[in-house]
């Protein structure tokens, strides 16, 4: 079996946790998710703690154990705290600005970039080239801090674009006479 899977989830006082066939739910103060437990997974809640088995001694059962384990983790953490990330813009002229739904991106086009926020996540700008984005979703939060990411990565030479705020932009040295 998996050692991530072997580690068992411990549900916190203000999550709200039930599983009712194949499914499993989760309430907390960020919002609430829900997921599908796969066939080959064994999932017992006892005492506000969940522990994973696999239902069959395969390779594949035993994996996605691991797999489930962990999704189940992160639905619990962002239901009960959240997901945060933040994304610097780095380049003259580069803004940002959230009306409403809608985040409204400066990156040296010739138009400016409307992105509409999906829902269950909020998007600050505390300033004009900084953007976080929260959620109880993992793996929401990630996708559309790729997306946003997507409309100007950084680029090697100078490092202008859009970065998350602990990456490592590797500098290439410009052409030489």
Do not use: W
């Not at 194949?22 to 919002?31: C, F, I, N, Q, T």
């Not at 005492?47 to 390779?59: E, I, M, Y």
């Not at 559309?144 to 100078?158: D, G, L, N, S």
């Amino acid at each position: 079996m998996s050692r991530i899977a072997k580690q068992p989830v411990n549900i916190p006082s203000d999550v709200e946790l039930s599983i009712t066939g194949r499914e499993l739910s989760a309430k907390g103060p960020k919002g609430s998710l829900s997921f599908t437990l796969h066939a080959n997974v064994d999932v017992s809640y006892v005492d506000n703690v969940l522990t994973f088995a696999p239902a069959n001694n395969s390779k594949s059962a035993s994996a996605i154990t691991g797999t489930t384990r962990s999704v189940v983790n992160n639905i619990v953490n962002g239901v009960a705290t959240g997901f945060e990330k933040k994304l610097i813009l780095v380049g003259v002229g580069y803004r940002a600005q959230c009306q409403g739904q809608n985040l409204t991106l400066s990156l040296g086009f010739s138009h400016p970039i409307e992105y509409p926020v999906p829902e269950g996540l909020q998007i600050e700008t505390p300033t004009q080239t900084e953007i976080i984005v929260r959620g109880c979703d993992k793996q929401q939060v990630g996708q559309v801090c790729a997306e946003i990411r997507a409309f100007r990565p950084p680029e090697p030479y100078k490092g202008k674009g859009v970065k998350y705020s602990d990456e490592t932009i590797i500098r290439k040295e410009a052409k030489k006479k």
